[in-house]
């Protein structure tokens, strides 16, 4: 009983370890990705769909429109470029967001 009361803190620390290590992997790549985001020409939020298309060029696919139904979930437009996609609410810009071999367009 005595051996086990000793063993429960430290199973408990390694526990605690191993549940932490992917968070920390995960916060580190997306750090990463945000930084990679900050350093390239993405089209910036409040931008036009016209403006991102004169300054950018046509998207490659111009990817279905989500959202829309109310006044509370307005339409939602993604195109999607070779290395990024850009989020429009209604016609507007609100988010630019580079693509990874581990995240999908769709």
Do not use: C
Not at 71 to 96: D, G, L, M, Q
């Amino acid at each position: 009983m005595n051996r086990l009361i000793r063993f429960l803190p430290v199973a408990s620390l390694a526990l605690a370890a191993s549940l932490a290590l992917p968070a920390t992997s995960h916060a580190e790549s997306l750090h990463t990705k945000v930084a990679q985001e900050q350093g390239l020409n993405l089209p910036q939020r409040g931008l036009s769909m016209a403006q991102v298309e004169q300054r950018y060029g046509a998207p490659l696919h111009k990817l279905p429109t989500r959202g829309g139904d109310s006044a509370k979930h307005p339409p939602i437009n993604r195109w999607e470029y070779p290395n990024y996609i850009v989020y429009f609410e209604r016609s507007h810009v609100i988010h630019s967001v580079i693509t990874t071999s581990d995240t999908g367009a769709h």
